[in-house]
């Protein structure tokens, strides 16, 4: 814990995003997490992201669940909402809280444990579902609040800090949710802010649910020699596949739509996702090549980053359940609890 | 671009701005922690190492740390760094034991220094505790140059001034009053194994213009203050002129409006923006009253009678930045007394030529910037006397270089080997997030300094019109100061690029990025570094990518959060501690700078 909060000097060359609102105007509360720790910058990226969004403040809502990942909320955007569940339950108090309200912007943090252990359940159908959410997952291989046992992300043979190896295969959350309809897929690296921050936007933007992928190395348990998470391994066996830039709407995009490697995505919002991909023949469109493309580098132990794939043309769980275009949590009271009369009425549909 | 060598004392010298600012090199932030601490005796004793005249300065310093001090480019005042020396000056225990003392056993060699200013002073400073037999030659009956004689009580009271200047006498300086020196060649032939020429810039510049020497209304601003100092003059009619509008003006017009004027404008040729006085002392002079009137060129004294009746002036126009005028018509303006502040000169009429001495074309004689030594080996010249009029503190300054220069040509080695500087860099880590500095950033605003009532401060001509702040106002303004001297330290082979120095540090001032030529990494940076004389520091590449760390001094607050949150102490926090030479003592560490 720092011992002091950071001070409210400010650098005069501070830009203005589109609300008036400086960088600093989207930090939250100084970090408790362990100096260091890769989700610390992931809070840094998330926060650089919301305000060249210029998204309101008070118009987002972060969800979580328990872990040092889930803490890290806190340590963003003071002035927005924020839930803090129980141990793995965020999918499903986020899915909850956009059904009542489609009009805030969810920011779901959550770590290898809370989402691919506890919570995994929760996760896959809040993906089935195409909640229309950013989901993150701050993957570090440990439990890192509880000391760093294995997670469910841990690779085979990686060991702990005191020397074991770990032998149950991994979960790998972007093959999962790839093989279960999700309609967006990343994965990147903590210590890469810029691949991570153009992610980060896409995300926010994707017109359902966005699941991001961090490699985030836990410094106290899990940056060690034997490590598979470590900053060092990460670097030297990170591979990417695509990079994304994100256009906001109303832009102008630059480059010529069709170049070679170059593929463009309108986006829901009419923002416009632009990759580059790296190896040729990428097609972050095409589920099946992503899917063999990722299980191939799986196999020669690379870690494959990048915006993997996208896919917009997905209806997500307002647009499938027909539900009012109005928040539910601003209807009147009257048309959300019509009274006897109406249920009286409803229930006569199933007799 | 090449990786900064941090082991140059040079390199975190320049990042303590103010230190760096100061010609005497004044450890500014660590007597203001001294003084944050309540230890006033110890900030008044290390100021006085460097600068020797803290009381004096603390009131009336031409402050070059404060234009350059950090906190201004953050918040955009500087620290209150000279009111602040005051402090320790005013609340400071007796000093007497403490003070440095001239040994028993001289060394038998002899010194003499002519007029006994702030440069000569400092030169005894410094060689009375070696041994040496210093000898004062002063033309007036009282230490202390200008200081005395033309700086008014109401800005420096007697005794600070007697204090300070008694605080090198007292070691048993030969000071010999009412000695003005007439012939250096005579005083050559005393066989001194060396001199030293400390006579100041004594000649007010003149105006002669029509009316000049038709009256007795007409002063010359320096003697006019001098003969106000020894008593000569107590009065000045009620409509006062003062032409110029340098530090002299400021002191001329501020007397006469206690010597009975009612009537007082200070007369400039250009707009405002170009004064040389300092923008305090105008403040403080439309305080009481004064009107600063611009753009008016004196063209003659208007004389009736024999009487002066008034003063003639052009109006100017000037072009956007004050380079060329144009007349627009003429004023008089009526006045009893006119003063001429238009600013001093050097007179050497005592130095024989024949000597041999070297001057230059303007009459001044050619002086080597480092040595202080003139063109005659074992004559070395200082304060206003060598490069023209400056201030005290530069006086100071050069009094210590060349009282290194004496001693070395005493001790038969060459004036041009210079002890140099050395650095001290310690850890201020007192634990996990725990440091031994207070690095918290305080909001507070830059204290404003109380004044003596307006009608009472013209009561009596002594009345000193700065109270000096009071304990509350000493406690928020210490705080203000960043502690520039605790220094980034960086250890790039334990870095693993985890970004979180980055991160956190509220002034972006960190970048781990790939290398290129300065000029271009400034450009991409976290924010660019336009601030060019500020440093960028950049480390040996880092370990994990070969990528540098780079920093840009311009405007960290030094409050610790990148060596907190470094998660394997690449960073650290070290105080920096500039050695500092001096006559006899090299490079040494100051008894009053805890650990
Ligand atoms: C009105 C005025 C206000 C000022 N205010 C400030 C201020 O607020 N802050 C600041 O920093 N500076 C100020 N200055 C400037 C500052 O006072 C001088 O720069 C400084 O005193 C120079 O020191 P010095 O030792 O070189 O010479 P001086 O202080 O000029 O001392 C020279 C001494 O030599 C003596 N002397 C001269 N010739 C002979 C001789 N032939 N034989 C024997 N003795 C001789 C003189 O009597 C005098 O005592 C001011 C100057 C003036 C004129
Ligand atoms: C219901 C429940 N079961 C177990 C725990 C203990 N627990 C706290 S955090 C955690 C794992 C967190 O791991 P992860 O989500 O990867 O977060 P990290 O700390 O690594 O960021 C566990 C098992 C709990 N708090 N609640
Ligand atoms: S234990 Fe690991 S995951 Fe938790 S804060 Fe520390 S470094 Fe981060
Ligand atoms: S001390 Fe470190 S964190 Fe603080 S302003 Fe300076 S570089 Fe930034
Ligand atoms: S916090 Fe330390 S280890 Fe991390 S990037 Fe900064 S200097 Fe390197
Ligand atoms: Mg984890």
Redesign the pocket.
């Known amino acids: 814990m720092p011992s002091i909060a950071k001070p409210i000097a400010v650098h005069p060359s501070l830009h203005r995003n589109a609300l008036g609102l400086t960088l600093r105007d989207y930090e939250g509360a100084m970090s408790t997490l362990c100096a260091g720790c890769g989700h610390d910058s992931i809070t840094a990226a998330i926060i650089k992201a919301l305000w060249e969004l210029s998204i309101q403040p008070h118009m987002i809502a972060k969800m979580s669940g328990i872990g040092c990942s889930s803490k890290t909320p806190t340590y963003f955007v003071n002035g927005a909402h924020g839930f803090n569940s129980a141990h793995g339950r965020m999918a499903a108090i986020a899915t909850g809280a956009n059904a009542a309200n489609r009009e805030l912007t969810y920011i779901g943090i959550s770590g290898d444990g809370d989402s691919l252990s506890i919570g995994l359940g929760h996760m896959c159908h809040a993906i089935r579902r195409n909640v229309k959410m950013l989901y993150v997952i701050e993957n570090n291989g440990v439990y890192g609040l509880t000391k760093g046992q294995f997670s469910a992300s841990a690779d085979v043979g990686s060991r702990s800090k005191r020397g074991e190896p770990n032998r149950m295969a991994p979960i790998d959350p972007v093959m999962l949710a790839l093989s279960i309809g999700a309609t967006f897929v990343a994965r990147s690296f903590s210590g890469d802010k810029e691949q991570l921050v153009p992610i980060l936007k896409a995300a926010i933007a994707h017109r359902g649910f966005a699941l991001v992928d961090v490699i985030s190395p836990c410094v106290t348990f899990n940056d060690h020699n034997g490590s598979t998470k470590s900053y060092l391994y990460t670097r030297k066996h990170m591979q990417k596949a695509t990079e994304a830039d994100f256009v906001p709407p109303a832009s102008e995009i630059l480059a010529t739509i069709g170049d070679v490697g170059t593929t463009t995505v309108t986006m829901h919002d009419g923002s416009v996702v632009r990759f580059t991909s790296v190896p040729k023949n990428y097609d972050p469109t095409d589920r099946r090549g992503v899917y063999d493309y990722l299980q191939e580098h799986a196999n020669t132990g690379s870690v494959a980053t990048g915006l993997l794939y996208l896919d917009e043309s997905v209806a997500d769980l307002h647009e499938m359940n027909q539900t009012p275009s109005t928040a539910l949590a601003r209807m009147p009271y009257d048309k959300l609890v019509p009274g006897t009369a109406a249920l009286d009425e409803l229930m006569e549909d199933f007799r | 671009m090449k990786a900064t060598n941090t082991g140059d004392p040079a390199y975190y010298h320049k990042v303590v701005d103010c230190q760096w600012a100061c010609p005497a090199h004044t450890n500014v932030p660590e007597y203001i922690r001294l003084i944050a601490q309540g230890r006033y005796t110890d900030a008044y004793m290390l100021n006085r190492e460097s600068n020797v005249f803290p009381g004096i300065l603390g009131r009336t310093c031409d402050r070059p740390c404060e234009p350059a001090c950090r906190r201004e480019r953050v918040d955009g005042k500087p620290v209150a760094i000279c009111r602040l020396k005051r402090v320790a000056a005013d609340l400071k225990d007796d000093i007497t034991h403490l003070l440095p003392k001239a040994p028993e056993q001289k060394n038998g060699k002899r010194v003499a220094c002519i007029g006994a200013g702030p440069a000569s002073l400092a030169v005894a400073n410094d060689l009375m505790p070696l041994g040496y037999s210093v000898t004062i030659y002063e033309k007036y009956d009282k230490p202390g140059g200008l200081m005395r004689s033309n700086i008014p009580s109401f800005r420096l009271p007697e005794s600070v001034l007697a204090e300070e200047t008694g605080a090198i006498l007292n070691m048993g300086v030969d000071i010999r009053y009412n000695s003005p020196v007439e012939s250096m060649n005579g005083l050559l032939a005393e066989g001194y194994d060396a001199v030293f020429v400390g006579s100041g810039a004594p000649r007010g510049k003149d105006l002669d213009i029509p009316g000049r020497h038709d009256t007795d209304r007409i002063h010359i601003g320096i003697d006019w203050l001098e003969s106000i100092t020894f008593g000569h003059i107590d009065k000045i009619g009620e409509k006062v002129l003062i032409i110029g509008v340098g530090n002299t003006a400021m002191d001329c017009c501020r007397s006469s409006r206690r010597l009975g004027g009612k009537d007082i404008k200070v007369m400039a040729r250009r707009p405002r923006g170009y004064f040389k006085a300092s923008p305090w002392e105008l403040e403080d002079a439309e305080e009481e009253g004064i009107d600063i009137i611009i753009n008016h060129a004196p063209t003659r004294f208007v004389i009736e009678n024999g009487a002066l009746r008034g003063m003639e002036f052009e109006r100017l126009e000037w072009d956007a930045e004050a380079k060329k005028s144009k007349v627009i018509d003429k004023v008089i303006l009526p006045c009893d007394d006119v003063i001429l502040a238009i600013g001093q000169e050097n007179a050497f009429p005592w130095i024989e030529r024949e000597l041999g001495m070297e001057f230059d074309k303007w009459g001044m004689p050619v002086v080597n910037e480092t040595t202080f030594q003139s063109s005659i080996p074992g004559v070395f010249f200082g304060g206003d006397a060598a490069f023209g009029p400056k201030n005290i503190i530069w006086a100071v300054a050069h009094g210590h270089a060349a009282a290194i220069s004496i001693h070395n040509h005493c001790q038969g080695v060459p004036v041009t080997e210079r002890p140099p500087d050395g650095m001290n860099l310690v850890t201020q880590k007192m634990g996990m997030s725990e440091w031994s500095y207070h690095n918290d950033y305080n909001p507070s605003p830059r204290q404003k300094m109380k004044h003596v009532d307006l009608k009472k401060r013209f009561e009596q001509l002594n009345i000193e019109v700065e109270m000096g702040f009071n304990a509350e106002q000493t406690a928020r303004e210490v705080q203000r100061c960043l502690n520039c001297d605790v220094e980034?330290e960086f250890t790039p082979k334990l870095c693993i690029e985890c970004d979180a120095?980055i991160d956190?540090?509220?002034?972006l001032?960190?970048t781990i990025a790939r290398d290129g030529e300065e000029s271009e990494i400034r450009q991409r940076l976290s924010a660019p570094a336009v601030n060019p004389d500020q440093a960028l520091y950049a480390s040996e590449p880092l370990p994990q990518t070969g990528r540098l760390m780079l920093?840009d001094e311009d405007?960290?607050?030094?409050?610790?959060?990148?060596?907190e949150r470094c998660p394997t102490s690449a960073?650290d926090?070290q105080k920096f501690e500039l050695l500092i030479s001096y006559a006899g003592r090299e490079a040494c560490t100051s008894s009053y700078v805890p650990a």
């Open positions: 980034t120095c956190i540090c509220p002034m001032c960190l920093k405007l960290c607050v030094h409050c610790g959060l990148c060596a960073w926090m």
